[in-house]
């Protein structure tokens, strides 16, 4: 969860988790993206179990995946900023050899079906990827059960548990996302 300050930090900025609403075909999720940014209202926080969950286990989760790909030399929660477009700074899950990792926690009937990534994560790696000069980008998903949403702390990172996605970037969608990034931060 970010605290106040990081909130207000951002306000200025346009993440990789915003990326998806520059995408949407009705237009609401860019204007209620603006008038969030604008400060005309406030981005209510996600407060569902598997939510909660995901930001309560993402470290524990990340730490197990690495481990599991014999990685040890990488960093958790960095801030990326975009070399050349002014505000656009990404925030990573993980990283390893500048290639971003994102994690997300999603419930297990959701992980029994799960054959490619979501579309506002494949676009919001392609935005950290972007933003890290990389040419992939990887998106973990973790399952969890109803037992685990009651009991998140007793969760433990298992390989039947995680799903792996390497994405290599599409280069279209990359200049999609710059020059939608551009556009919005001028407006």
């Known amino acids: 969860m970010l605290n106040e300050l990081e909130r207000n930090e951002r306000l200025n900025q346009l993440g990789a988790s915003d990326m998806h609403k520059l995408f949407n075909f009705n237009n609401k999720g860019a204007q209620d993206l603006w008038k969030e940014k604008i400060g005309e209202i406030t981005r209510d926080e ?12 993402e470290e524990d989760c990340l730490n197990y995946y690495f481990k599991q790909k014999g990685i040890h030399d990488y960093k958790l929660n960095e801030r990326v900023a975009h070399p050349s477009i002014e505000n656009f700074v990404v925030s990573t899950d993980g990283t390893y050899n500048g290639i971003p990792v994102e994690h997300k926690t999603i419930n297990i009937e959701k992980f029994k079906t799960l054959d490619k990534p979501e579309r506002n994560h494949y676009i919001q790696v392609h935005a950290q990827a972007c933003c890290l000069q990389s040419e992939q980008g990887i998106i973990v998903y973790s399952a969890v059960t109803e037992e685990d949403l009651e009991n998140p702390l007793l969760y433990q990172p298992s390989s039947l548990l995680q799903e792996e996605f390497v994405i290599e970037l599409d280069q279209d969608l990359v200049a999609a996302i710059e020059s939608r990034a551009e556009y919005f931060l001028w407006c």
């Open 46 to 57: 996600i407060t569902t179990k598997v939510f909660t969950a995901g930001n309560l286990l």
